[in-house]
């Protein structure tokens, strides 16, 4: 039962994160769309695109600092995998605290 729970508290930290950093792609996607004065279907396009990217670029750094945190730590195993996922969901909850 307690791991389920952390799965969940972990699953919606996770979310609320993830919320957090679309908003801010969302935004940042919206006015270069507008600086490229793209409308209509190019527009939703370049800034559904835009989001993906950006998202995308986000989680693979938070992989590689927290690959590089495992080892510096010269974890292995389960140890190093853990120590990943649970880096990976702070990683993406900071901005969140911004």
Do not use: R
Request: with cysteine; aromatic share 2%; net charge positive.
């Amino acid at each position: 039962m307690k791991k389920l729970l952390s799965l969940l508290a972990l699953g919606l930290a996770l979310s609320l994160g993830t919320a957090a950093h679309a908003q801010d792609a969302a935004a940042t996607c919206a006015a270069q769309s507008a600086e490229k004065k793209l409308a209509g279907a190019a527009k939703t396009s370049f800034e559904k695109k835009c989001v993906a990217d950006q998202q995308a670029a986000a989680e693979a750094n938070a992989n590689a600092v927290c690959e590089k945190s495992a080892a510096d730590k010269k974890l292995a195993g389960a140890a190093k995998t853990s120590h990943i996922k649970k880096c990976v969901a702070d990683q993406q909850a900071a901005p969140a605290k911004k």
